[in-house]
């Protein structure tokens, strides 16, 4: 259920492991693209899916009569937030919904979408038992995370350890039969509730540290200290550190959102979390950040900032990944813009973007071949060359680490 940047790694890994998979999604424009092989993937998993659709061992499907026939079920849809931060639980809600709807006796069902803590029971195990179903003996129930980190061929789901809650152990043990297959191992936990609190420790974990890494690059500028070889010095410590970086903000659909969920829940049992409040509020005000440091290196060049031309290098959240979903790119360059400056950017994995003070942008090819008031070095992608950028009076580069010399940093 859901063949997005979760669902299609997932589905792969259980024809790798031998079983024959539906892939629903209600988006048919989505279907298509998986069909063509034209969606964001590592390579290996290109190579993956093509065969599995050649072979029909992946079949693709709107239609959700199709869950019926199948003997295990997993959910993984997305959970975003919207501009108010509360969780918008809509396509989750109607994916359960359907699932429910087409249960079947000794069926095993396992969401894996990032969700509040009691999401499982609220969603799948509630509707089912009104069903008529007793969950544990004629139908089983689990949450198991998923653990998917785009890009990065190291952490491959099939090499990944995950985390699994079943409702009773009996559902723990029957989804762990099928889930075995496709991950490194298994930490079976007490309940659905544990596991999707260990999901948002996770990524709460993530966000705090994070924050702190920017508040740290901040001090180190004012004191006028280099932030990355404090962090690498931080980092010889073999026990009690962990190293995180600063940037221009978070992306993805992880760290700017997971934590929002604890968040929510505990504000409807009138209880606070003072340090993730204070950790989203700083991720969330990054870009900012940013834009503010950039209208003062242009102030500092004597250029105004109407009629400005500025680039930004690389709008996707995270490098060798097309995926713009929350990237702060977007935000810096609408506060850009909307001061009058011209924006563009150079990003090789994203062929468009769209901004609402500026329309729709298109990658450059060749940012080098043009005049730049400003260049912000947003993502740095492998195999880029940068080196044009040596000597140029108006470099912001968000990310610590550009090997070429002038440049600025937050």
Not at 317 to 341: H, N, T, W
Request: net charge negative; hydrophobic share 45%.
């Amino acid at each position: 259920m859901g063949l997005g940047y979760v669902g299609v790694p997932t589905a792969l890994s259980f024809t790798d492991a031998g079983a024959k998979v539906v892939g629903f999604d209600v988006n048919e424009a989505r279907l298509s693209a998986i069909k063509d092989v034209r969606i964001d993937l590592l390579e290996r998993d290109k190579k993956r899916l093509a065969p599995a659709l050649n072979d029909h061992v992946l079949r693709l499907t709107t239609e959700p009569s199709a869950i019926a026939e199948t003997e295990f079920v997993v959910v993984c849809v997305p959970t975003p937030i919207d501009n108010h931060l509360t969780p918008d639980l809509t396509a989750l809600a109607a994916a359960c919904a359907t699932v429910v709807e087409h249960a079947r006796l000794h069926q095993v069902i396992v969401l894996t979408s990032t969700t509040y803590a009691g999401c499982t029971k609220d969603l799948l195990i509630k509707p089912l038992q009104r069903r008529g179903f007793v969950v544990g003996e004629d139908i089983f129930v689990a949450f198991s995370p998923e653990r998917i980190d785009p890009g990065v061929v190291a952490h491959a789901p099939e090499n990944t350890p995950r985390v699994l809650g079943g409702y009773s152990a009996a559902c723990s043990e029957r989804a762990a039969a099928y889930l075995a297959h496709t991950a490194g191992s298994l930490h079976v936990v007490s309940s659905p509730e544990v596991a999707e609190m260990a999901k948002l420790l996770e990524n709460t974990f993530r966000a705090v540290n994070v924050a702190l890494a920017n508040e740290i690059a901040d001090a180190s500028q004012e004191l006028s200290i280099d932030v990355m070889e404090v962090i690498r010095a931080a980092a010889t410590k073999p026990y009690g550190f962990m190293p995180f970086y600063p940037g221009p903000g978070v992306g993805g659909h992880c760290i700017p959102c997971d934590p929002h969920y604890l968040l929510w829940q505990l504000r409807g049992r009138r209880m606070q979390s003072p340090l993730v409040e204070a950790a989203m509020g700083a991720i969330a005000g990054r870009p900012r950040v940013i834009a503010e440091h950039a209208r003062r290196i242009l102030g500092e060049s004597g250029k105004k900032l109407k009629g400005s031309k500025a680039l930004v290098l690389g709008v996707s959240y995270k490098p060798a990944l097309g995926d713009v979903r929350e990237s702060p790119a977007l935000e810096i360059m609408q506060m850009l813009a909307e001061d009058g400056l011209t924006v563009c950017y150079s990003d090789p994995y994203v062929e468009a973007i769209n901004l609402p003070a500026s329309g729709s942008l298109f990658h450059l090819p060749d940012p080098a071949a043009q005049d730049w008031d400003l260049v912000i070095v947003h993502t740095a992608h492998p195999n880029v060359d940068y080196s044009w950028l040596e000597g140029h009076p108006a470099v912001l580069d968000t990310t610590y680490r550009l090997q070429v010399s002038g440049v600025h940093v937050p």
